[in-house]
Every structure is written in C-alpha cells, then in structure tokens.
C-alpha cells in the first residue's frame, strides 16, 4: 500500500466517523429538551436524602435524632450526621445517660473519620470508650471496633489489632454472634 492509498483510507475512515460523531453530538443536544424517565427516576431517588438534611426539630427526641444521624451516615452526610450525633450527645448528657452517651460519641467518631478529621474522631473515640467501659460489654465492643477502625486508618495495624480483640472479649460477654464475627 502506497503512501496516497493509505492516506485517502485514512481520510474515509475519519470522514465516516466524523459524520456518526457529529450527529451522536447532534441527538444528544436535541434529546437534553425532551423528558427523560431516568432522570426522573434518579432525581425522585435523592429526594429522600435532600429531607434527610433538614436541622433537627425542638420536639424531636434524642433517640430520634440519633437514628436521623445513622441515615445520614448511612446517605453519605457525613457532617449533618456528626451534627445530629453532637446534639444527642449533649442530651444524652444532660440526662445522665452514659451509655447512650458512648453509642453516639463512637458513632460520632465515624463521621469524623468519614470526613477525614482524625483528631475529632480520636478525642470522640477516647470519650466514648472512658464511658462505654463502665457500661454493658456490647456499647464497649462497639467503641472497640471503632477505635480499631481508626487505629487501622492511622497506620497502627498492631493497636487496631489490640483494640478488635477488646471488642471480640466484649461480645463474648454478649449473645452478639454478629458483633462477635465482625471482630
């Protein structure tokens, strides 16, 4: 094959590919006016999570705040679940309810290592297991695998190791066969 022979293939090829292209470009430009059904279906999805981000309300009880808090972790929200959890806690607090205290502030270290404020999911990590360990076995088991989370993420396989097997003497203590397993 000859350089010419070579060269006009090569302007045929680019010249049908052009053409499919520009009018792929064309349908597409045309087709962004008319309703499409699965951005519909996509946008009906998010409106849950757009409810979800709504501040909690003067009524709503802690434990309600606090599972608004899991869906919103659970949605990705990372900073309005670490803000639900911040108020149950303080409610928490002002009851004297230390074990629920410690659920929340384990799980308020979980947002913040979500969000990558290692010293915030530390200091709430720390508060959380000096309460959970006058607790029941199964919030301290909870704040265990939490810190071996964190411990794990900072680079310390060996206390993230220590810290799981905490949480694994803990759920012995408890009929958590699930806890139990996940440590």
């Known amino acids: 094959m000859t350089f010419s022979q070579l060269q ?12 499919w292209f ?13 309703p499409n059904p699965f951005l ?19 009524s709503m009880s802690l434990e309600e705040t606090e599972l608004r808090g899991e869906a919103a972790y659970k949605a990705g929200e990372y900073e309005f679940a670490s803000q639900l959890w911040e108020q149950a806690i303080q409610g928490y607090q002002q009851r004297s309810d230390r074990a629920s205290q410690a659920r929340s502030l384990s799980k308020l270290s979980l947002a913040y290592q979500a969000l990558g404020q290692w010293p915030e999911a ?19 088991a909870q704040a265990f695998n939490t810190q071996g989370q964190l411990q794990l993420s900072l680079g310390k396989p060996e206390a993230a190791l220590a810290s799981w097997q905490q ?4 759920y012995g203590q408890v ?9």
């Not at 006009?8 to 053409?19: D, E, L």
């Not at 508060?127 to 029941?136: E, I, V, Y």
Request: charged share 20%.
């Open 22 to 34: 520009t009018l792929l470009v064309f349908l597409s430009f045309c087709l962004t006016g008319l």
């Open 167 to 170: 949480a694994e003497t803990n």
């Open 122 to 140: 530390e200091a709430a990590i720390a508060r959380g297991l000096a309460l959970a360990k006058h607790q029941s076995p199964a919030i301290a």
């Open 8 to 19: 006009r293939s090569m302007q045929r090829w680019f010249t049908s590919r052009y053409r």
């Open 175 to 183: 009929p958590d066969k699930v806890g139990l397993m996940r440590s």
């Open 40 to 58: 519909a279906r996509a946008a009906e999805a998010t409106q849950p999570q757009e409810a979800l981000v709504q501040p909690a309300s003067a």
